[in-house]
């Protein structure tokens, strides 16, 4: 099971960060990913992290947001910084071990 938190209303330039935390000891050994939706289009990528901590970012992101993970918590984390209108989006975490499972998503608003 996957709770993501965190979302909410920011003003243009301003910062949030995500959590996901995850209650299943295979956290540590998955590849874990923030994805997000934004009204009318598709899921898209935003950020993947592996077991070892490396990290892939969609070019929209590179740059402004951070993905890390603490696996004594079981939890990833997403810094988003210098957040634009376009952000505005469900936010969702995305656990990878054989199979997907999602969070339910958790909202961000980025409006002035």
């Known amino acids: 099971q996957l709770e993501e938190s965190g979302g909410g209303l920011v003003q243009p330039g301003g910062s949030l960060r995500l959590s996901c935390a995850a209650s299943?000891?295979?956290?540590?050994?998955?590849?874990m990913g923030w994805y997000r939706q934004a009204p009318g289009k598709q899921r898209e990528l935003v950020a993947t992290i592996s077991s070892r901590g490396l990290t892939n970012y969609a070019d929209s992101v590179k740059g402004r947001f951070t993905i890390s993970r603490d696996n004594a918590k079981n939890t990833v984390y997403l810094q988003m910084n210098s957040l634009k209108p376009e952000d505005t989006a469900v936010y969702y975490c995305?656990?990878?071990?054989?199979?997907?499972?999602w969070g339910k998503g958790t909202l961000v608003t980025v409006s002035p």
């Open positions: 995305k656990l990878r071990n054989m199979m997907d499972y």
């Open positions: 299943t000891s295979i956290f540590r050994i998955s590849i």
